[in-house]
């Protein structure tokens, strides 16, 4: 009699719980697209927004540094969270706070507004290390693979997504319209993970580490707020300058904070280990040479055709120019995960890598004819996938299940850094390669070859640094992943 209550409560209640279980990998993966959609919307909007405000270029383009720097900041930060609150929890107030500053860009047209809601949306920016922590906790091995592999392709779908859409939002609409959407968008994303992700039973208890939140923040704002504005600032500017020594002084005395507290933010034990570190190495090189590929393309088919090699094309046409990228990454998930299973996600990485580089190698051949350029974009595209796939695989392997989110956050935050990196350097790169086009100076082609280059040796880098990657076979981590996920299970039963 004790054996049947529970089987018939079971019987109940399995059909919803089936349910809600397949639609979990669903809606956290339209998670990540919509947090890279929300980030790149904005892209479109840039060069009308000083009219449309009333504010000046360089207050409008803090609408894209304040999501940067609140996403690098809050990454690290919610994922610990999600360690030791709960990842369920901690990911429907990422999701929250995304929403809401959507709806706060829909209400308002002032730049002060439209700057701090950007930056609640840079909270988003934890979507993909929580997910994938939670699909570590809740998928047996044999799913989880290609499910963290397509979790990790949303952020380039989403943006490959994001841009035209917000173009054609921009062509034929209000701009507010574009906001009341994606708040539609967040606003269904919360009520679909509150309904289908169920909360994870791995926690790591102890005390959040206010005082190194605080320090890595400081820290990471002056670094990248120096790297973001020392175009525009001057690279020798006492600003940036000052913002760089603060950044040293800042993370030396964080990282010092960090190995003696009793609860730290970051593990640095765990991050210096040469399987961990070396991943978040090859995550920054990734970032960078990912990054110039949507930052060259789009300046380089918007070029006049007076240029000789620029095919002026609308906004819409860009992101459309962009969006076979999107696709690709879509269907090349599945082949990343199963080259982990056979390989070891450091041969996927190493791969992804090298397919970057010979994308830029297409770039560097051809930059003039439209198909080429799609075609050497899509290659790039095809690299990342493969790349951004094996990642997350790499820290699931090498880091406890209790310390998931947090080691996917800091790895999610070194890709931040790379793309920050990245956006410097093509700029420092074409504002030195310009010629006049109708009195207004316009990056060279030879400007653009060389931001190729740059991002295809980049690359080459990022391929060394994956194949220096300890490596203990597939084997290996499908034993310790299933060990994982057996604690993690009677553990809860146990709690029960």
Request: some cysteine.
């Amino acid at each position: 009699m004790t054996q049947s209550a529970p089987t018939s409560q079971s019987g109940t209640g399995a059909a919803p719980t089936r349910l809600r279980d397949r639609f979990t990998i669903p809606v956290l993966a339209s998670g990540g697209i919509l947090m890279a959609v929300m980030q790149t919307v904005v892209v479109p909007l840039l060069p009308d927004l000083p009219r449309l405000t009333g504010a000046s270029a360089a207050a409008v383009s803090w609408m894209v540094t304040a999501t940067l720097l609140s996403g690098a900041v809050l990454t690290p930060v919610l994922g610990r969270a999600g360690d030791m609150y709960g990842k369920r929890r901690v990911l429907i107030g990422a999701l929250a706070l995304m929403t809401a500053g959507s709806v706060m860009c829909a209400l308002s047209a002032d730049i002060g507004v439209l700057i701090a809601a950007r930056a609640l949306q840079g909270a988003a920016a934890s979507v993909v290390p929580l997910s994938i922590s939670i699909l570590r906790d809740e998928l047996p091995p044999e799913r989880r693979g290609s499910a963290v592999a397509l979790m990790s392709s949303t952020v380039g779908i989403g943006a490959a997504l994001g841009l035209p859409l917000a173009a054609l939002v921009v062509q034929y609409a209000d701009w507010h319209t574009m906001f009341w959407l994606t708040s539609v968008l967040g606003a269904l994303g919360v009520t679909a993970t509150w309904w289908a992700v169920k909360e994870s039973p791995v926690r790591e208890p102890g005390r959040f580490d206010v005082l190194g939140a605080l320090g890595l923040a400081a820290g990471l704002v002056s670094l990248l707020l120096g790297v973001s504005q020392g175009g525009q600032w001057g690279w020798g500017s006492p600003r940036v300058l000052g913002l760089f020594l603060a950044a040293a002084a800042i993370l030396v005395l964080w990282w010092w904070w960090q190995l003696r507290t009793a609860g730290p933010l970051v593990d640095l034990r765990l991050v210096t280990r040469p399987r961990v570190g070396l991943s978040h190495v090859a995550a920054m090189l990734t970032g960078f040479a990912f990054y110039a590929n949507s930052l060259v393309t789009a300046q380089l088919v918007q070029a006049p055709k007076a240029t000789g090699y620029g095919l002026g094309l609308s906004i819409v046409a860009t992101g459309l120019c962009l969006l076979p990228g999107g696709v690709t990454m879509l269907l090349f998930s599945p082949l990343s995960a199963r080259i982990s299973a056979s390989r070891g996600p450091r041969i996927t990485l190493a791969l992804g890598a090298a397919v970057i580089a010979c994308g830029y190698a297409l770039r560097i051949a051809d930059s003039r004819d439209l198909w080429m350029i799609i075609l050497g974009a899509t290659v790039v595209a095809t690299g990342t996938t493969l790349a951004y796939s094996a990642l997350p695989t790499l820290i699931l392997r090498a880091v406890p299940a209790a310390q998931t989110a947090s080691a996917n956050g800091v790895n999610v935050l070194m890709r931040t850094i790379g793309q920050a990196t990245s956006s410097a350097a093509v700029a420092a790169v074409l504002v030195h390669h310009t010629s006049l086009v109708g009195g207004v100076p316009v990056a060279t082609l030879h400007g653009y070859l060389l931001a190729f280059t740059m991002a295809g040796a980049v690359a080459l880098v990022a391929c060394a640094a994956a194949l220096s990657i300890p490596g203990d076979g597939p084997s290996g981590g499908i034993r310790r992943a299933r060990g994982a996920t057996r604690g993690a299970r009677d553990g809860a039963m146990e709690g029960a």
